[in-house]
């Protein structure tokens, strides 16, 4: 055993995959109802992902960023036409995108503190764990970077009285994922915008794994009518290519000039193929439409059966983003579920969370919640 245990895995070995179903090194099959945590949304080895991907592996897989790599601008081009956003930085990762909005937010505005809040996440590396306002994932590695505060989650006092004159940026999930996908309330959030404008401090919306069509619309914020200054992108974005975004609005292209900032690997012709592919597929009207169809018979099935159980607390879902609270820790559950050939995830000790595939059928929705239901009533 050569690998450090820093995850705790469930007892599957996986030999391969497609669409929403992953096969084991025994030939079982998993549906899987956590799209590898919201990254392969479009289904396991995707046929228009993966002709994309096989047509760059024929062509080239790297240069470098010392040279032009078209296909860069054109994912750029896809994400700035279907957003609020003008200019894109490619990086690998969720916590790198962080990184680089955060670093932009700093050198545009000279200011060093960002608010983010309690029970957030944005990543492991050094600023985004500082960024995470969840103890767990700190534990050990102090001291943090300093200059991040913690605001409480849809309360705008707490918020207001974090601001002061040093405030660069405000930066949050319009919906917390592993913080237990709970959602932004509506005022919350315009309250939050409007005192950023007020106070000219830069809103960052983590959108690594809201974005991309999970909660059925291209970017979460389209829910809210706000407009973040720097939004990320990581997840989603490659469906299992490695791949990450940062993507801001043309007021601060200029803090990000050359030299400013870099990656070796940010914008690799491969994961750009992927992404060219997935942000072709999403941001089209009849693929969302598609999502929020499927989602709205994913909360009839979920209000009608699994609601009403005595360890069902709350349901909480936007779009393709679920959140069970149950009233006792979720652990068996997914024990089970697995057991019984279904992946699902946690979000935190006592929330299940569903990041189906958004091109799950009604069938693989009505399997999945009858062995939930069955599972939660035989504990
Ligand atoms: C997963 C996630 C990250 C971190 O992404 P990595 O690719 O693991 O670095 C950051 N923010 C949110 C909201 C996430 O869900």
Redo the contacts with the bound molecule.
Sequence with gaps: MALFSTYNRLPVSVKQAEGTIVEDIDGKKYLDFGSG??VVNLGHRNPAVQEAVEKQLNSYWHVSNLYHVPIQEEVATQITKHSVGDYVFFCN??????EAAIKLARKVTGKKTVITFKQ??????FA?MAATGQEKVKDGFGPMLESFVYATYNDITSVQHKVDENTAAIML?VIQ??GGVIPADTTFLAQVSELCKEKNILLIV?E???GMGRTGKKFAYEHYGIEPDIF?L??GLGNGLPV?AMVAKKEYAHAFGPGSHASTFGGNPIAMAAAKAVTETIFTDEFLQDVKEIATYLSEQLIENIQPLAYVKEIRQKGMMIGIACHAPVAPIMQKMLDKGVFVLNAGESVIRLLPPLVVTKKEIDQVVGLLKETIESL
């Design positions: 945590i919201g990762s969720g916590a790198e995108a962080n957030s996440f944005h990543g492991r590396t985004t999930e994922g592993e983590d690594i794994q809201t990320t990581a997840k990450g």
